[in-house]
């Protein structure tokens, strides 16, 4: 069973940018595919990006597209999300989830392993 410590949050003006890190324990890291989810205030947890066991392919919200990168250090046993350009309705608490499958989801019921988040605030 894996556990995912996610670390990087913080304030930001926006137009800024923050890189979250999501470091993984207790598994062979390679065999989970990766993403990363945020939930707003009042609202429902939404997937963000998500990246493939050898980070071959990856998948984003049309939100964030172009603005944000996922990406992975199966060495490091380490997930990111590099976040630029950030708005301010990017503000949320991000989490890290893990699924056990070499393919990548974009559907929060398929991981089954998560993070207990960290919190990112972008001012006006």
């Known amino acids: 069973q894996v556990q995912l410590v996610e670390s990087g949050g913080g304030l930001v003006q926006a137009g800024g940018s923050l890189r979250l890190s999501c470091a993984a324990s207790?598994?062979?890291?390679?065999?989970?595919?990766m993403a990363w989810f945020r939930q707003a205030p009042g609202k429902e947890r939404e997937f963000v990006a998500s990246?493939?066991?050898?980070?071959?392919?990856?998948y984003y919200a049309d939100s964030v597209k172009g603005r944000f990168t996922i990406s992975r250090d199966n060495a490091k046993n380490t997930v990111y999300l590099q976040m630029n350009s950030l708005k301010p309705e990017d503000t949320a608490v991000y989490y890290c989830a893990a699924r056990r499958s070499v393919a990548a989801s974009i559907k929060e019921g398929e991981y089954s392993y998560w993070g207990q988040g960290t919190q990112v605030t972008v001012s006006s």
């Open positions: 990246i493939n066991w050898r980070g071959g392919s990856t």
């Open positions: 207790g598994g062979t890291f390679s065999s989970y595919a």
